[in-house]
């Protein structure tokens, strides 16, 4: 069992900040139940006009239904014009450099 | 003082995993030190032929410092198309999805 990245970011004209995280509390904790997340950190650049995730997952096969399925529900809000990355991890390389796995 | 969250990636031919470790764990030791950097996940994925990195920063000054150096870096390795984004954490949503910041 492989751990995997996702890195997704997509145009986003806000809200941003604290009316986001208001916003957005129910779905953080319905992502927080997601089977086989570790963990979800959310990303926003206001400047830039951009929003997303950083997720860490158990398994390539988590990865893959959760990325479906939030694909679905930002096409759900308007959002399609969505950049998804998925990646493994360098285990050795990123002991080095503290990372939090 | 905002933390900073720095996201690359770029086209990557290899080495991958394992030979990658032996063969950038002198810059890994380098990037550790670097100053106001709090940790760096290495992400690869081979099939797509990219690498990258997440990182987070203390603040904007560092994550401005380090990206300016590590473009130049990788444009000696021959690596000048890079998609390099810098965000902001929403603190609040982040906590409630376990990200380890």
Redesign the interface.
């Known amino acids: 069992m492989t751990t995997r990245?996702l890195?997704i970011?997509f145009p986003y004209d806000g809200p941003w900040?604290?009316a986001?995280?208001s916003a957005?509390?129910p779905l953080?904790?319905d992502?927080?139940g997601e089977s086989g997340?570790?963990?979800?950190?959310?990303?926003?650049?206001?400047e830039?006009g951009?929003?997303?995730g950083?997720y860490l997952f158990d398994d390539e096969a988590a990865c893959t239904r959760y990325l479906e399925k939030h694909r679905a529900r930002l096409a759900g809000f308007g959002i399609v014009d969505i950049r998804a990355?998925?990646?493994?991890?360098?285990?050795?390389?990123?002991a080095?450099?503290?990372?939090?796995?």
Chains 1, 2 share one sequence.
């Open positions: 990245l890195q970011d900040g604290e986001l995280a957005c509390d953080a904790h992502i927080a997340l570790r963990w979800k950190i959310w990303t926003e650049n206001r830039r951009r929003a997303g950083i990355e998925v990646f493994e991890v360098n285990g050795p390389l990123s080095i450099t503290r990372a939090p796995l």
